[in-house]
Antibody, heavy 123, light 107 residues
Framework: QVQLQESGPGLVKTSQTLSLTCTVS??????????WSWIRQHPGKGLEWIGY???????YYNPSLKSRVTMSVDRSKNELSLRLSSVTAADTAVYYC???????????????WGQGTLVTVSS | DIQMTQSPSTLSASVGDRVTITCRAS??????LAWYQQKPGKAPNLLIY???TLESGVPSRFSGSGSGTEFTLTISSLQPDDFATYYC?????????FGGGTKVEIK
């Protein structure tokens, strides 16, 4: 069974870059057929899709964050990464990585999720 | 962006009750809709995709229906493990968007 595990600093200073890694086990990122996604959840709030990336590097980002987001994959380590630049307190959230499964017609839903990691942005 | 609106935002129910949650999309999304269950401190868990297809391992008391702009998640007989927050999510177009959530509480 596929498992995902987020890791990275729990505290990031305002205006700096948030960097997170998601390690995938039980399946290969390079096997194809899936996108690999990042989602965040502000404390006590709903869910916000950040974007996703294919193993080839093809990616889709939420326009609301696109100017600050970079996603990448490291196929040798079976990992994906998220970088979010110029962070503010509004970026404080639990960050999840998830696998996006194809439901046909290039439509992807999120079937496996990591446990999430809380990132706090503070000066 | 496609806006997803869930109702109610909070629902109080008892064990054994039949529970229905509604999700409306701001434009047609065909059946490209998923439902997730989230418990406090945990990641969301996929229940249903393509509006009505039950994810493997999910109890059959959960069911989904709808197409276009109106969708429902039904729990036929609420169990103690079902008290949680439920989210709908459209995956018809980018950006993927979620409903605001429905918290199912013990009555």
């Amino acid at each position: 069974q596929v498992q995902l595990q987020e890791s990275g600093p729990g505290l990031v200073k305002t205006s700096q870059t948030l960097s997170l890694t998601c390690t995938v086990s039980g399946g290969s990122i390079s096997s194809g057929g899936y996108y690999w996604s990042w989602i965040r959840q502000h404390p006590g709030k709903g869910l916000e899709w950040i974007g996703y990336i294919y193993y080839s590097g093809s990616s889709y980002y939420n326009p609301s964050l696109k100017s600050r987001v970079t996603m990448s994959v490291d196929r040798s380590k079976n990992e994906l990464s998220l970088r979010l630049s110029s962070v503010t307190a509004a970026d404080t959230a639990v960050y999840y990585c998830a696998r996006a499964e194809s439901g046909g017609w290039s439509k992807y839903y999120l079937d496996y999720w990591g446990q999430g990691t809380l990132v706090t942005v503070s000066s | 962006d496609i806006q997803m609106t869930q109702s109610p935002s909070t629902l109080s129910a008892s064990v054994g009750d039949r529970v229905t949650i509604t999700c409306r999309a701001s434009q047609s999304i065909s059946t490209w809709l998923a439902w997730y269950q989230q418990k406090p401190g945990k990641a969301p868990n996929l229940l249903i995709y393509k509006a009505s297809t039950l994810e493997s391992g999910v109890p059959s008391r959960f069911s989904g229906s709808g197409s276009g702009t109106e969708f429902t998640l039904t729990i036929s007989s609420l169990q103690p493990d079902d008290f949680a927050t439920y989210y709908c999510q459209q995956y018809d177009s980018y950006p993927l968007t979620f409903g605001g959530g429905t918290k199912v509480e013990i009555k």
